[in-house]
DNA sequence: TTGGCGCATGGAACCGGTTCCCTAACAGGG
DNA sequence: CCCTGTTAGGGAACCGGTTCCATGCGCCAA
């Protein structure tokens, strides 16, 4: 191996301990001396394993993320806020995904998380199972949520009830009386209470309107085909048929809008759609939205688990990021009004 | 700490070397021992430092992989299939997203990968610039592509030329002569040679079918916002219109059939669309294309860099994968015919 | 009986850094 | 002039594993 400091120590004429506080800036060394390490580490091109050094420090520079997609559009966004963060700040990140009812979340908890790899650990919309929690908490390194309330752990998170009810909100105001949910399976609810929240934000709007008994809520797939396939359902009998759908998230209400174009039904002459996320898509479909940034949450979360690295200690709880109603084109008041 | 593997030893009443041989199950150990150390450790709950192992072995069981974006869905497919592969075979993957023209990249390369961190390194739809294809190789680890060719680096991809000229002859053969594409910026070509290999596929395409004079390129960036636009701009004018578009990726494709219904122009009646990807979403939009399976290119170029890992060298050069032409309804006969 | 071999185990070196502790030189203050 | 404090730098321990080498023992063949 080419470069040990070592080599570099040898080569400047000084020992290993005056080379490392040299190339690390702590500790006493002259201009000179600092001068002539550094210059022999760039002839010999050297670089430090940061292996060795973790060991001694004790620090990886190393955080771990647990996800449960990559791919999806809300997911994505998340990851690059946090990487652009952590790479900023010199940490590295890796990458677990951990699919709702895969396998190898034991494998994940006891295999890669369990060993002392990481500085800290960020964890997007998982709902512990059983003792994961426990052995969450057991790696004794900052831990930081995304989504979901996590006990005992900071999490950012947008208020999901409140957020359905605003997207609710908007419809009734609008005059519709007839507004079904397309959401989330509450069976995938393990992973996700995000689901359940919206629902009830959405239930908790049309009691407050009076309109209980209107409640309509259909379960889909998080995705355009999802919200494709809940719409044609929901939309298929003329005569009992919704004036406005609030959907779970702009994929499902973008796959609700070409559901009902294609079943000929104007958006927002005759129905009115409105979803949760502003995805990038969402303008060019001319989608009202709630929006949330999950950028910046990633963003946020980084810094907060890079905090927490630093020493600070954030106490547990949910911190609420704000929200936004975006007006476009999808919504309107209902035919009759 | 609790748990280094001393103290497992000591309590097994065996010796350091003993425990990690026990452990490893490399070496002579008697059945009765290794019972007794596996018992030890799991009563401390003992978990192996890998930093620690790497140190000695030189091996980090981490893998680097660099890609330009994690959000768009191509990208977000072939993570999940380089993850999961690396995940079932015990390493980790750490991840880097390096934009084309990003002042990052430096950093990437001199900081993050240059440290012996990584046992292998993929790298996603990178076209280096400059000395960085030296840095890579200098980093003696093996090191696999997906996407553009990599002088000396085994590489997985698809045959982009050809694969446009497939989508392009389908148009041909359906009868269209004003056959138009919108593809990816040549300005980006510094990091997506795709452009350029798909843009010359159509054209030879046409050329063959002596169409040359038809061609008419439009570039745009490869999502549905930037097919909507290109489209947009393609069709604007109704006395000079193609009546078949190529696009370069199925997002596009799909921004290109939502501008075309907004427009009043029926597809594939009055236009004929085709894309390439076999996005998820294809289905959906019944969108005729030429399917790449990303998720798998993530697969087996995980399979490669843990081969290259195991010690088999893989000779450089591009791999050609398997593609296929899916037809749905946003392709057929032009109006004329 | 002796030599050699296979198995089981312990001691110690080592990977590549960081850091503690110690010494030395050279101030400045009493 | 001596004591103390500050700056520079070296030696060595240490982080937590893995692996080389040496040792001991039982057993079989010569």
């Given at each position: 191996m080419a470069g040990a400091i070592a080599d570099v120590a040898a080569l400047a004429g000084v020992s290993k301990a005056t080379a490392s506080r040299a190339l690390s800036g702590k500790g006493y060394v002259s201009p000179e001396t600092r001068q002539r390490v550094v210059q022999a580490a760039s002839t010999i091109g050297y670089v430090a394993s940061p292996n060795a050094a973790?060991?001694?420090?004790?620090?990886?520079?190393?955080?771990?993320?647990?996800?449960?997609?990559?791919?999806?559009?809300?997911f994505g966004q998340?990851?690059?806020?946090?990487?652009?963060?952590?790479?900023?700040?010199?940490?590295?990140?890796?990458?677990y995904t951990l699919e709702p009812f895969s396998p190898a979340r034991d494998r994940v908890f006891d295999f890669f998380l369990a060993r002392k790899r990481f500085d800290g650990v960020i964890a997007v919309n998982i709902q512990p199972a059983g003792d994961e929690l426990e052995r969450l908490h057991r790696l004794g390194i900052p831990l930081v949520g995304i989504g979901?309330?996590?006990?005992?752990i900071p999490t950012i998170a947008i208020d999901d009830e409140r957020v359905a009810a605003l997207a609710t909100e908007h419809l009734i105001r609008l005059g519709h009386q007839r507004i079904a949910h397309i959401g989330g399976s509450l069976a995938e609810q393990l992973d996700f209470s995000v689901h359940g929240e919206r629902l009830a934000g959405y239930r908790a709007a049309l009691a407050d309107a009076g309109l209980s008994e209107a409640d309509q809520f259909v379960p889909t797939q998080l995705s355009m085909?999802?919200?494709?396939?809940?719409?044609?359902?929901?939309?298929?009998?003329?005569?009992?048929?919704?004036?406005?759908?609030?959907?779970?998230?702009d994929e499902v209400a973008?796959?609700?809008?070409?559901?009902?174009?294609?079943?000929g039904i104007a958006v927002p002459t005759d129905l009115s759609v409105i979803g949760i996320d502003g995805h990038d898509y969402a303008e060019l479909f001319s989608l009202t939205t709630v929006e949330q940034h999950p950028r910046e949450?990633?963003?946020?979360?980084?810094?907060?688990?890079?905090?927490?690295?630093?020493?600070?200690?954030?106490?547990p709880?949910?911190?609420?990021?704000?929200?936004?109603?975006v007006m476009r084109s999808s919504t309107g008041r209902p035919a009759g009004a």
């Open positions: 973790s060991l001694v420090t004790g620090h990886t520079k190393n955080v771990g993320v647990v996800i449960p997609y990559i791919g999806r559009w809300f998340i990851l690059e806020g946090i990487e652009q963060q952590l790479l900023a700040r010199g940490y590295d990140m890796t990458l979901g309330p996590l006990e005992g085909p999802g919200g494709y396939d809940a719409a044609v359902q929901l939309l298929s009998d003329p005569t009992n048929r919704p004036t406005a759908i609030f959907a779970a998230s973008i796959g609700t809008i070409i559901a009902a174009r294609r079943m949450q990633g963003v946020i979360a980084a810094d907060m688990i890079l905090a927490g690295i630093d020493g600070e200690t954030a106490e709880g949910v911190r609420d990021l704000p929200t936004r109603l």
